[in-house]
């Protein structure tokens, strides 16, 4: 595994016990890429936060500037050379992710007219395929909303990554890895979230832009 990883075991030591699952995050979000997917992420509070934070290290440079391949590059020098290479020089390499908690129309929506603990599982059955991942937080590993979501994923064959405490909740018997915090209060468990991630998407930058 990568010096990045091996960092973060460093700077967090509580986080050892999870080490094994966070390798298994990893290598599915990196075989979900290979594969030509896409990651759909959901969580609540705090953790809905999270999905955004992650979209962004994921949808540019994070620690890496990302600069477009010359096959890309050729391709933005249909609108002539100086646009094309003002689109080429300020576009930067991604890994598609989509954050299911930004759609407040949608939801609002679907929460009024549907079912409030159905909203992500509704977004995971359109837009979900067999090459995708799907990432979830949750402090408690039972909400309802996102337990619905993995649920549908796992019919439709879209990979479930869990982020949880301790206890992992429902989520840990449902999802295909769980990476459980060992801590209880919602603080604690949220405050060691943000490096886990951090670090798997560095991880997932140093794969494919390196």
């Known amino acids: 595994m990568s010096e990045t990883f091996e960092r973060l075991m460093v700077k967090y030591p509580d986080l050892e016990p999870c080490r094994e699952s966070i390798k ?6 990196k075989l979900s890429y290979d594969r ?13 936060a999270d999905c955004e934070h992650v979209v962004g290290e994921l949808m540019k440079g994070f620690m ?5 391949p010359k096959e890309k590059r050729e391709l933005m020098m249909i609108h002539g050379e100086e646009q094309g290479r003002y689109l080429a020089d300020h576009l930067q390499g991604a890994l598609p992710a989509i954050s299911l908690v930004s759609h407040t129309a949608y939801a609002t929506a679907f929460n009024n007219d ?3 603990d159905m909203v992500f599982a509704q977004q995971v059955y359109g837009y979900g395929r067999p ?3 799907l990432v979830v937080f949750s402090t408690s590993g039972n909400s309802s909303n996102i337990v619905h979501a993995v649920q549908v994923a796992k019919a439709l064959g879209v990979t479930t990554i869990g982020l949880t405490g301790a206890g992992g909740g429902r989520l ?11 801590y209880s209060s919602t603080p604690d468990i ?8 951090h670090v798997l998407c560095m991880m997932l930058e140093e794969a494919f832009f390196a």
């Open 24 to 29: 298994a995050a990893f290598e599915a979000m």
């Open 36 to 48: 030509g997917g896409k990651m759909l992420l959901a969580g609540n509070g705090g953790s809905a």
């Open 64 to 68: 890496s500037p990302r600069k477009l």
């Open 114 to 116: 549907v079912a409030a």
């Open 131 to 133: 090459e995708d991942t």
């Open 172 to 182: 840990n018997e449902l999802c295909d890895v769980i990476v459980r915090v060992p």
């Open 190 to 197: 949220q405050e060691r979230h943000l490096p886990i991630y």
